[in-house]
T-cell receptor, first 114, second 114 residues
Framework: AQSVAQPEDQVNVAEGNPLTVKCTYS??????LFWYVQYPNRGLQFLLK??????LVKGSYGFEAEFNKSQTSFHLKKPSALVSDSALYFC????????????FGGGTRLMVKP | DTAVSQTPKYLVTQMGNDKSIKCEQN?????MYWYKQDSKKFLKIMFS???????INETVPNRFSPKSPDKAHLNLHINSLELGDSAVYFC?????????????FGQGTRLTVV
């Protein structure tokens, strides 16, 4: 069975500082990894994905994520946080052997303070 | 154009009632999903459906049933609503056989059972 863990319920960072939101995963086959963002009272918006190739993936709004196979991690990063980045972030994994369903982590609330 | 749309956005109803939430996607995808987001923001897959197969999360009560009149629609019917059904329900879609593609989500339906 596939699973995703986001060890931090909340991450606090000052505006302009780099941010990292952590994610680890477990799958039986090759992982397809995704990050989504949810703003208050909104649906999930796709940020970026890792399929294959370069371990550093770039996505929307200046976000990037680093795939580390040995550590089974896919941490989300941004060099300089904005107050408008404050939202709920979800990491997700899809194992093709388990069908097309996305399995989500528990979410991490990112708070960026001015 | 809205890719995945759900109606209604808000639904308040009494215990014991039967209700439906509608979902439509205009992306040409052949697989649709329903997710439940509870009060702690945890996202759990309820159903995955394409024209070949319905995959049901075994933890979903049989009071919940998906109905798909065509490939672009997957409605969620809930019978005998209970207080614990209060949550935000998200519809999503993706293309079967392409696990490297992201799923697209609707804006969510906030269901409140009183």
């Amino acid at each position: 069975a596939q699973s995703v863990a986001q060890p931090e319920d909340q991450v606090n960072v000052a505006e302009g500082n780099p941010l990292t939101v952590k994610c680890t995963y477990s799958v039986s086959g090759n992982p397809y990894l995704f990050w989504y963002v949810q703003y208050p009272n909104r649906g999930l918006q796709f940020l970026l994905k890792y399929i294959t190739g370069d371990n550093l993936v770039k996505g929307s709004y200046g976000f990037e994520a680093e795939f580390n196979k040995s550590q089974t991690s896919f941490h989300l990063k941004k060099p300089s946080a904005l107050v408008s980045d404050s939202a709920l972030y979800f990491c997700a994994v899809r194992d093709y052997n388990a069908g097309n369903m996305l399995t989500f982590g528990g979410g991490t609330r990112l708070m960026v303070k001015p | 154009d809205t890719a995945v749309s759900q109606t209604p956005k808000y639904l308040v109803t009494q215990m014991g009632n039967d209700k439906s939430i509608k979902c439509e996607q205009n992306l040409g995808h052949d697989t649709m999903y329903w997710y439940k987001q509870d009060s702690k923001k945890f996202l759990k897959i309820m159903f995955s459906y394409n024209n070949k197969e319905l995959i049901i999360n075994e933890t979903v009560p049989n009071r919940f049933s998906p109905k798909s009149p065509d490939k672009a629609h997957l409605n969620l019917h809930i019978n005998s609503l209970e207080l614990g059904d209060s949550a935000v329900y998200f519809c999503a879609s993706s293309q079967e056989g392409q696990p490297n593609t992201e799923a697209f989500f609707g804006q969510g339906t906030r269901l409140t059972v009183v």
